[in-house]
Nanobody
Framework: QVQLVESGGGLVQAGGSLRLSCAASGRFFSITAVGWYRQAPGKQRDLVATISNGETNYADSVKGRFTISRDSAKNMVFLQMNSLKSEDTAVYYC?????????????WGQGTQVIVSS
């Protein structure tokens, strides 16, 4: 059974930094992408950053401030967040996209809350 567990969220002042971690366990077959998404109150869940085929992709709002990385040997995904702004406040979710015999599957963690005070 696949499980994703996020950690590292919390309360931080604007301009500060946080590092989110995602620990993945279980059996994966062919991971096509890993990433972070976020959802602010009353809003839809949006992409923050992904890694796919070795390439990174970032939402325009976080480019230059956030960095996604992956430790495949340890099944970990990280999101370094610098120069945080109040608009970064949201629940952050780890995501893994897996393919099993041509069937795509999306796995999600339970989320970790990030609150940026201005």
């Amino acid at each position: 059974q696949v499980q994703l567990v996020e950690s590292g969220g919390g309360l931080v002042q604007a301009g500060g930094s946080l590092r989110l971690s995602c620990a993945a366990s279980g059996r994966f077959f062919s991971i096509t992408a890993v990433g972070w998404y976020r959802q602010a109150p009353g809003k839809q869940r949006d992409l923050v950053a992904t890694i796919s085929n070795g390439e990174t992709n970032y939402a325009d709002s976080v480019k230059g401030r956030f960095t996604i990385s992956r430790d495949s040997a340890k099944n970990m995904v990280f999101l370094q967040m610098n120069s945080l702004k109040s608009e970064d406040t949201a629940v952050y979710y780890c995501n893994v996209k897996d393919t099993i015999l041509l069937t795509k599957r999306d796995y999600w963690g339970q989320g970790t809350q990030v609150i940026v005070s201005s």
